[in-house]
């Protein structure tokens, strides 16, 4: 099946360093990409919406300068988290899929646990 | 308005039992699908099973299917012969065309226990 791969896994920085975190679809290519964050115990939130050479399009109540999205290729997109702090620290995970194909599911990486100190 | 609904915080079941999940969704749209993922507590979400609105039969994969009842709105999971590793997080989501970017609306999940 579709392979989506994330790095990295695990994230411990300092507070008010960056972040970026990677998310490949290695065998398919997709031409839109989610970025979700979830907290403990909790669904997942739809950050924002990426697709190949356009701007990202942000849900209500993300920050875009705080969370810097670039969807430069077909097969990766980024998401930076910038001037990161302790209450940035959560599960994100991507996914990956083919615009206008109604059956086809998205496809996730592993997610990325941040923890800011 | 939430859109898909989950009402099973948790549920239980012994090994080698069928257990339902419920899933219930709301849309004005004639055309959508829905997908089930687990997410074991390692965090990965991994695709189970599709149904498409439009599917005259229920959608079965492996162990898994899928009772889905238009007129309710509901899409319930089914897992026949329970394994120890299916205790994991299961989440309903729903694919609206009309969202532009056929984004996936989730359900809060329910954390499913697997007993020996």
């Known amino acids: 099946g579709a392979v989506v791969s994330q790095h990295p896994s695990w994230v411990i920085c300092k507070s008010g360093t960056s972040v970026k975190i990677e998310c490949r679809s290695l065998?398919?290519?997709?031409?839109?990409m989610f970025w979700y964050r979830q907290f403990p115990k909790q669904s997942l939130m739809l950050m924002a919406t990426?697709?190949?050479?356009?701007?990202?399009?942000?849900e209500q109540g993300v920050e875009k300068d705080k969370f810097l999205i670039n969807h430069a290729s077909l097969t990766l997109s980024t998401l930076t988290v910038t001037s990161a702090h302790p209450e940035d620290s959560s599960f994100y995970i991507c996914?990956?899929?083919?615009?206008?194909?109604?059956?086809?599911?998205?496809?996730f990486g592993d997610g990325t646990r941040l923890s800011i100190l | 308005a939430q859109k898909i609904t989950q009402t099973q915080p948790g549920m239980f079941v012994q090994e080698k039992e069928a257990v339902t999940l419920d899933c219930t969704y709301d849309?004005?749209?004639?055309?959508?699908?829905l997908f089930w993922y687990k997410q074991p507590s390692s965090g990965e979400m991994i695709f189970l099973i599709y149904?498409?609105?439009?599917?005259?039969q229920n959608a079965t994969e492996g162990r898994y299917s899928l009772n889905f009842q238009k007129a309710r709105k509901s899409a319930n999971l089914v897992i026949s012969a329970s394994q120890l590793g299916d205790s994991a997080m299961y989440f309903c989501?729903?694919?609206?065309?009309?969202?532009?970017?056929?984004?996936?609306?989730f359900g809060t999940g329910t954390r499913l226990l697997v007993s020996p």
């Open positions: 849309t004005s749209d004639q055309s959508y699908g």
């Open positions: 990426s697709n190949e050479g356009s701007k990202a399009t942000y």
């Open positions: 989501a729903m694919r609206e065309p009309n969202t532009g970017f056929q984004k996936l609306v």
């Open positions: 065998d398919f290519q997709a031409t839109t």
């Open positions: 996914s990956a899929t083919v615009r206008d194909r109604v059956n086809q599911p998205q496809h």
């Open positions: 149904q498409g609105s439009y599917d005259e």
